[in-house]
């Protein structure tokens, strides 16, 4: 599988290195529907050494007012953002052996995310070659543009599950939608607009 959706869960702060707080990813194959491989991990911001422990009011704020299994996961985190981005690096070098088309990445926002994405393995491995940095032809799509093109054309998504896999992520979902959407513009399920 050559399409890889990520879904990063990011601090939202004014420079380019956001902090992460969450990473999940699933390869999948738009054709078909098929989900493939998944990855998940939750990071612990206290360990961020740009974050110096602190995070804004708004944020707590904003943090405040979400549910208690979403604060929980963030209290649980125990990985520092470094070990995250290795791990999901193994993920993808590990399932990315054989391929031989370009890699898909798929993210929300994705010129601001694969820049965070990239902002970020770049920091972490300096020297190191990544295998995420090392794959030759990768080729980022923006989901939020693919669902405005498919809102305007009719497309509904099916409803989130209400027992997500993951409280801070939906990367299973959001593939979920570019599979649906995939299958709606390409022959033969073109009968079904």
């Not at 969450?22 to 991990?41: D, M, N, Q, R, W």
């Not at 979400?66 to 791990?87: F, G, I, M, N």
């Not at 690096?89 to 926002?109: E, G, H, W």
């Not at 543009?145 to 599950?161: F, K």
Request: proline letters at 5%; aromatic letters at 10%; hydrophobic letters at 40%.
């Amino acid at each position: 599988m050559n399409h890889l959706m990520i879904d990063l869960l990011t601090i939202s702060t004014p420079n380019l290195n956001a902090p992460l707080l969450a990473i999940e990813a699933v390869f999948f194959e738009p054709s078909t529907g098929h989900l493939g491989a998944s990855f998940y991990t939750t990071v612990d911001i206290r360990k961020n050494p740009e974050m110096d422990g602190d995070i804004s009011i708004r944020i707590a704020f904003d943090w405040m007012k979400k549910d208690a299994d979403w604060r929980a996961e963030v209290l649980s985190a125990e990985q520092d953002e470094t070990e995250a981005l290795l791990a999901l690096d193994a993920f993808v070098a590990n399932n990315t052996k054989r391929l031989s088309a370009p890699l898909v990445i798929y993210l929300k926002d994705a010129s601001l995310k694969f820049d965070d994405l990239r902002h970020a393995f770049a920091f972490v491995f300096e020297d190191l070659e990544s295998p995420l940095s090392g794959i030759e032809h990768i080729s980022p799509r923006c989901i939020t543009s693919l669902l405005d093109i498919a809102y305007s054309i009719g497309y509904l998504p099916h409803p989130r599950n209400d027992r997500a896999r993951y409280t801070l992520t939906d990367a299973r979902y959001q593939a979920e939608q570019v599979c649906e959407i995939w299958q709606r513009l390409t022959s033969p399920h073109l009968e079904t607009l």
